[in-house]
């Protein structure tokens, strides 16, 4: 907790640490020599010294007309017990608040130190060449679309972009999490915050600052502070209405007994203060607050940034996880699963035929067939190569074959069409399909089986075709699948779950996904691959992109979602029963200060201890895990 301390802190804790220590002083000294008005005076100034900002903050509570706070309860117990002569317990009761606030304090630094520290992600500044080679220093906010921009080894880069000159080793940790340094070459894409470590390069802007990714990200940081959870909302809530209650009472015991039964007024005010110190709502208002805050921090320090508390409760609450397919479950690069042969053909030709016809190609499916055969390049094998957009590619061989390759349509193939394959002809007869299959996410089949622990329903929403979709959700043990949806048609499968009762968590990354994302009761976008509408629209961003984090989400959310109700359910119990025993008589002073503010620090430690969590990959079962260290 030290390192987690700044000067302010320090110094409050050392004054906190003297106070305590000349008050004991002071009680020693009574019992010894007797009280006198010396020792009253140190009291009486250890009291203010440590009940200063309590008893100014419940006075401007009183003249803003928001009086019924826990700083007026505590104000009016103290005051009443030490008038009472109860000086120990007056400044005790001040004294451990104090504490309790101050280690609230120090939590809550470290939690926005975790988001907040994802803030210095950008240059002030960006270098810009101009036509004459030379450069010039502007500011990042200048920057245009379509500036070229010199980037030296050790500098950041402040807007998203592309290489165009040189070569260089790119370290992207500070947003993506990802530890291993990023190759960057001509063609690279690079997004803004990513440190260059090795090498210069000139790279052009794709966009401006703030469009960039980084700008995005300290949006999303800048939002997490300001919402709240609906169990914050609920304790401020209550504790409006609890506290006037409690002062009621607090004057019912102090008036009604020696008016109309004969009881001590000292007793009755001692008893009636007692009471104000249990009842003080403190432990929840400073703990419930600072598990949602760690919560926040936790995820951030492991690359997730989360719009506000409120989520936290949403995936707790959620029973059906839908998920987008490609660049979500799957990478998007295609590699080829198999080849079935139907001629007699030469097969080493056929392969030569597909490997060279898609070498011409620059889809993304043609490139995973020439990536996964990675066969010889043979310039002159074909005369004639034409392109048939969008049904395919027919070529001539100098040894006269006829090739088609493409659709089943395009080749004349009239038997049962699998959309994950591309058909090759040669001379109009059927000579091999080529399967292919969109490589699965690392770690997805752990992840998902992860999360079938907190969903009842696991689903793929996708306009990939039946086949494509239907093995994906059977590989990865998946509940449910949609093919061949549209953008709207996603959005009414998505909520005809809602409609059923089922709140449902959406994870995606592309444009098509943003109606969904912004509808959904948590919406999750994947980062890396995310389209500035899809990190816009959605409460959630995983920054790196890749699928397995959401088990460590989960588990953050789990671990923060019940901190929040053993906290609460602590905190009550221990009220409850401390408050009864107050009514009865049976409560001391010291019983009412460790209800409230003893409790108050065992709840806001308890609290804390999210912030001291590690998030691991577990290379045993290579699943993402959380251990729970320090416990």
Request: charged share 25%.
């Amino acid at each position: 907790m030290l390192e987690s301390m700044t000067d302010a802190h320090k110094k409050e804790l050392s004054k906190l640490i003297a106070i305590g220590i000349f008050t004991a002083i002071l009680a020693v000294l009574r019992n010894t020599i007797g009280e006198n008005i010396w020792i009253v005076g140190g009291f009486l100034l250890a009291y203010l010294l440590s009940a200063w900002n309590v008893l100014i903050k419940g006075f401007k509570g009183i003249i803003r007309g928001q009086a019924m706070d826990e700083n007026f309860l505590l104000s009016i117990a103290s005051i009443a017990a030490f008038i009472l002569g109860q000086y120990i317990e007056a400044i005790a009761v001040i004294l451990f608040y104090n504490f309790g606030d101050l280690f609230e304090n120090i939590a809550s630094h470290k939690s926005r130190q975790n988001i907040e520290g994802l803030l210095d992600l950008v240059p002030d500044v960006a270098n810009k060449v101009n036509p004459d080679g030379s450069t010039t220093e502007i500011d990042l906010d200048d920057v245009e679309v379509g500036d070229i921009l010199l980037v030296r080894d050790g500098e950041k880069i402040g807007v998203d972009g592309v290489v165009i000159e040189g070569h260089g080793l790119l370290d992207t940790s500070s947003v993506t999490g990802e530890s291993m340094p990023v190759e960057a070459e001509v063609g690279s894409e690079i997004i803004s915050s990513s440190l260059l470590t090795e090498g210069i390069i000139k790279m052009e802007a794709k966009k401006e600052f703030d469009d960039s990714v980084a700008a995005k990200i300290m949006e999303i940081i800048e939002d997490s502070a300001e919402s709240k959870s609906q169990s914050e909302k609920m304790v401020t809530r209550f504790a409006r209405v609890y506290t006037p209650i409690v002062v009621a009472i607090a004057l019912i015991v102090a008036i009604i007994p020696p008016l109309f039964f004969g009881r001590d007024w000292y007793d009755s005010i001692f008893l009636a203060a007692t009471f104000l110190v249990i009842s003080c709502p403190c432990a929840l208002v400073l703990s419930v607050p600072l598990s949602f805050m760690s919560g926040l921090g936790l995820a951030s320090e492991n690359g997730i940034l989360i719009k506000g508390s409120q989520y936290f409760e949403g995936l707790n609450n959620a029973k059906v996880l839908l998920s987008d397919k490609t660049g979500t479950l799957t990478t998007g690069n295609f590699k080829v699963k198999d080849i079935e042969y139907f001629t007699d053909h030469d097969r080493e030709k056929i392969l030569d035929y597909i490997y060279n016809i898609e070498l011409m190609s620059t889809h993304p499916i043609a490139k995973g067939i020439v990536k996964s055969l990675d066969r010889d390049e043979k310039h002159d094998l074909f005369e004639e190569v034409t392109n048939e957009k969008g049904l395919g590619v027919r070529a001539t061989s100098k040894d006269g074959d006829l090739i088609k390759i493409g659709s089943a349509r395009f080749i004349g193939y009239d038997g049962e069409e699998n959309d994950r394959a591309i058909y090759v002809s040669i001379d109009d007869k059927l000579a091999a399909k080529v399967i292919i299959e969109d490589e699965i996410k690392d770690q997805s089949f752990e992840t998902i089986e992860d999360l079938h622990n907190h969903f009842e329903n696991i689903a793929v929403v996708s306009g990939d075709g039946k086949n494509a979709v239907e093995e994906t959700a059977k590989e990865l043990g998946l509940d449910d699948y949609y093919a061949e949806v549209m953008p709207d048609q996603k959005l009414e499968i998505m909520k005809g779950y809602q409609d059923k009762g089922l709140p449902t968590v959406f994870v995606g990354d592309g444009i098509n996904d943003a109606p969904v994302l912004t509808n959904a009761d948590v919406g999750i976008s994947m980062g890396e691959t995310a389209s500035d509408l899809a990190i816009e629209s959605s409460d959630i961003l995983v920054v790196n992109g890749e699928f397995r984090e959401m088990s460590k989400l989960m588990k953050i959310s789990d671990l923060t979602n019940r901190t929040v109700r053993q906290n609460v359910i602590f905190i009550m119990a221990v009220k409850i029963g401390i408050l009864i025993a107050g009514l009865l008589g049976y409560a001391s002073m010291w019983a009412a200060i460790f209800g409230d503010v003893g409790v108050t620090i065992i709840a806001v430690l308890w609290a804390m201890r999210i912030l001291k969590k590690k998030i691991w990959c577990n290379k045993t079962r290579d699943i993402a895990g959380l251990l729970l260290i320090n416990f």
